[in-house]
């Protein structure tokens, strides 16, 4: 792509790696994904005046033990490996200055990749505050490599980095090497002969920490992947080798993990003073007691919950508005600018609501995730998937998967998006699978207009109406089939092991406001690119289905009565009122005749059983893109013209009086058959934009397919439930 | 004695290990809890599981199924 030199950042998770990321590029930042694999890349420009570098900045991973996608990725993109990524001419390793002894493990790991290695201790103002004293200049001969303080949020140290980052380009590569015993040595040696015996199969060829994980990670992914391409001969010389070692005395499992935290031991104990030892209880832990306490953690757990609950819900909606308002306004201006016709409903009722569709989840995702950027970035999340760990474990999910499914409540969208906190894969696309049913905010207008038109006002149990009641079931439904739909994924399609809960608490510390916007830009700028494209697409394809064919009998028709109205000796509201009437009937003849029309009438078979008519099936259809757009387009099917919304007595009462077509003496929709409408909306995929960020956060088309399927199987499973059983019982 | 078995407050020393998950011991043991590490159990979640324990100046949450692979020497 380019010949500029590459820098690439790594270290371990909350290190504050992102803030310093941030402060080296700025605002010269691109996101996208490494090719092949859902693993975020994050790439910035690092000017250095008369040099300009590119910045990689890798995920955040504990070990170059390739467990994870992310440390797959972190292994691959070090050993030059990763397709699309050239090897990096100089490698920054992110350390937390107050947690040196865990950092230092991954540290030492890069330390054996033969790359210049830049070791930058972050928040060295809570190292120092803790009582620490770390002899940079020690540790820096002890590990062959330049070590640089940093406080990244304060921006101090941030030119000696730079200055550091300039002289180390033109530095040889790092030669730290642990000693793992003669036992492994010797093995990795044999194993290195193989290889080089038969290096012609390999791309590039193979280093030493390549074939240190090979021989050390037993079943791991590098196993897996050499195996692949030497197949029996490397498998039977690997177990040999294993084998001897095993006998010579050596636990494989447990020989790096010891040899390495020995040898950071030595480490410490040359660099690094305890001025005095920290008996006092620290901020974090005091804040700790309180927020993890079974009764007070989880009162303020529910209270902070129900503010960003609150916040997609009800906060967004002035804004959404406005960008609803915008867009109808705009619809309104091209209108009057453009002649009736093809191409002005293409534009009007196609493009602009189309894109409008998609924008106007934009303040609820840019919402969303300046909460979770907060949440993160001081350090509660992790408390938040501590203290929902259990009960989420039901479902065969982590605490980890609690927020997205949350957020998925006001809108899946985000939810979806927000399932990458969840480093393990299978639990990941298990909270995406179901994270849609929850019930988000566009099922509200559809319970809304079935629950006012037909279920009766009746009080239930004194104070309970029911109407209040049927909400709160249509809300409920969602949860209750997630948690069985959940472990029946994690037992079949996702099954594996169960991921480790090992995870780290980090201290609390005031979020980085830099970090947090930035984030909040870059998420809703993916979701409009991205999902944009696909969501609009849909919208239009949806549109010429419903506006098309548009046979000239018909237009001639309603022109014809349109005439005679105007000849009739009537008073100007009459005739205005006449007029309005006779373009809504000829709308509906349009949409009889259209593409959709002609389907619905078609599938009727198929929905009569749930006790629907075939308008109810098109509108259902028709609704694909969006839940609510059923509710135009129940509108527009009983001849209402498009302009409706949920709060219309008029559709209601046009609803009420629907009849089946064969038989006029039957109305469509009692309280069951909206009890069944209802269900299927609760349970359906029927929302473009999810599975279009669905496709976007898998990387592949084959899961929207899935949810899609899986979803609208199930929901039409529970509405024939509902109609079956309801008729039984009334 | 494992540690999923320490109370709130009580000190312990690595010994062991029990090996059926391989997987997750690979990250226990990177994440610091190599033999002859100093552990603290700091508090359970109010749901009882996972625990929250602090290890080489850090503070490391686990579930008990977890904890339980690891055997320990408690002071």
Request: hydrophobic fraction near 45%; glycine fraction near 8%.
């Amino acid at each position: 792509m380019t010949s500029q030199p590459t820098v690439v950042l790594i270290g371990n998770p909350n290190t504050g790696k992102t803030t310093l990321f941030n402060a080296l590029t700025g605002l010269s930042q691109r996101t996208g994904n490494f090719p092949g694999v859902t693993v975020e890349k994050k790439v910035g420009t690092l000017d250095l005046g008369h040099l300009r570098l590119d910045l990689i900045d890798l995920p955040g991973t504990y070990s170059l033990a390739a467990n994870s996608p992310d440390e797959i990725v972190a292994t691959d993109v070090l050993l030059g490996q990763q397709e699309g990524t050239t090897p990096p001419d100089l490698v920054i390793v992110v350390a937390d200055a107050s947690n040196l002894e865990r950092n230092l493990y991954l540290t030492t790991q890069v330390l054996e990749c033969s790359l210049p290695v830049i070791l930058v201790l972050n928040m060295y103002d809570l190292a120092v505050a803790d009582g620490l004293e770390i002899n940079t200049d020690l540790l820096s001969r002890e590990l062959g490599c330049q070590v640089v303080p940093v406080i990244a949020n304060k921006g101090e140290g941030i030119n000696e980095l730079q200055e550091t980052i300039e002289q180390c380009l033109e530095k040889d590569p790092s030669v730290f090497h642990l000693q793992l015993g003669a036992p492994v040595e010797d093995g990795i040696h044999q194993l290195l002969n193989f290889f080089n015996d038969c290096s012609d199969q390999l791309i590039a060829p193979i280093h030493r920490v390549e074939v240190l994980r090979l021989l050390i990670d037993e079943g791991g992914i590098v196993e897996q992947r050499l195996l692949e391409i030497f197949g029996e001969p490397l498998d039977s010389h690997l177990n040999q080798i294993r084998q001897k070692i095993s006998e010579e005395g050596t636990d494989l499992l447990l020989v790096e993990p010891e040899t390495r935290y020995q040898k950071i031991g030595e480490i410490i104990k040359i660099c690094v003073n305890r001025k005095q030892e920290n008996l006092d209880l620290t901020v974090s832990d005091r804040v700790d007691r309180f927020l993890t306490h079974p009764l007070g953690g989880t009162m303020a757990f529910l209270v902070l919950m129900a503010v960003v609950f609150q916040a997609i819900y009800k906060w967004a909606v002035p804004l959404m508005d406005l960008i609803d308002g915008s867009f109808g306004w705009l619809g309104d201006l091209v209108s009057l600018l453009i002649p009736e016709g093809a191409i002005q409903s293409l534009i009007v009722d196609g493009v602009i609501a189309g894109v409008g569709g998609v924008a106007i989840f934009l303040p609820q995702i840019v919402i969303l995730f300046g909460f979770i950027a907060v949440l993160e970035d001081c350090g509660y999340m992790a408390r938040a998937a501590f203290l929902m760990d259990r009960l989420m474990s039901w479902a065969g999910l982590s605490g980890k998967s609690f927020v997205p499914m949350l957020s998925s409540f006001a809108c899946a969208i985000p939810g979806v998006m927000a399932t990458r906190v969840i480093e393990n894969r299978r639990d990941r696309f298990t909270t995406i699978l179901v994270a849609p049913l929850m019930s988000c905010s566009a099922r509200l207008p559809v319970y809304t207009i079935m629950i006012a038109a037909f279920i009766p006002a009746k009080p239930v149990l004194g104070f309970f109406g029911l109407q209040g009641i049927t909400l709160l079931a249509m809300y409920m439904i969602g949860v209750v089939v997630a948690i069985p739909v959940a472990w029946l994924f994690k037992k079949t399609i996702l099954r594996g092991e169960t991921p480790p809960f090992v995870m780290e608490m980090p201290p609390y510390k005031i979020p980085d406001l830099k970090t947090i916007i930035l984030r909040m830009l870059d998420r809703g700028k993916q979701f409009l690119v991205d999902a944009g494209t696909i969501i609009f697409a849909t919208t239009v394809l949806i549109w010429g289905l419903l506006y098309y064919p548009r046979p000239q009998s018909i237009s001639d028709q309603y022109d014809q009565k349109a005439a005679e109205i105007q000849s009739q000796t009537l008073s100007q509201d009459k005739r205005e009122e006449q007029l309005n009437t006779n373009s809504k009937a000829e709308a509906g003849a349009f949409l009889r005749q259209s593409v959709l029309g002609r389907l619905g009438k078609f599938i009727e078979p198929v929905v009569k059983p749930l006790g629907w008519d075939w308008k109810v099936g098109i509108a259902v259809i028709a609704s694909f893109p969006a839940r609510e757009v059923v509710v135009a387009t129940l509108g527009i099917i009983y001849n209402l013209g498009s302009e409706e919304s949920e709060e219309s007595e008029n559709l209601r009462q046009k609803m009420r009086n629907a009849t089946w077509d064969d038989d006029l003496n039957q109305k469509v929709f009692t309280p069951i058959v909206a009890l069944s409408v209802m269900v299927f909306f609760a349970l359906c995929a029927q929302c473009a934009a999810t599975l279009a960020v669905i496709k976007r956060e898998t990387g592949s088309w084959k899961w929207p397919v899935f949810t899609f399927s899986y979803m609208t199987i199930l929901a039409y499973c529970a509405a024939l439930i509902t109609y079956q059983i309801g008729n039984l019982l009334i | 004695m494992t540690l999923d078995q320490l109370n709130i407050g009580e000190k312990a020393k690595v010994t062991g290990y029990c090996r059926e998950n391989p997987q997750i011991l690979r990250r226990i043991l990177e994440m610091g809890l190599v033999r002859g590490t100093e552990v603290e159990v700091a508090r359970f979640s109010p749901m009882g599981d996972p625990m929250e324990i602090a290890v080489k100046g850090y503070l490391l949450s686990v579930r008990l199924s977890e904890a339980s692979l690891i055997e320990i020497d408690s002071y």
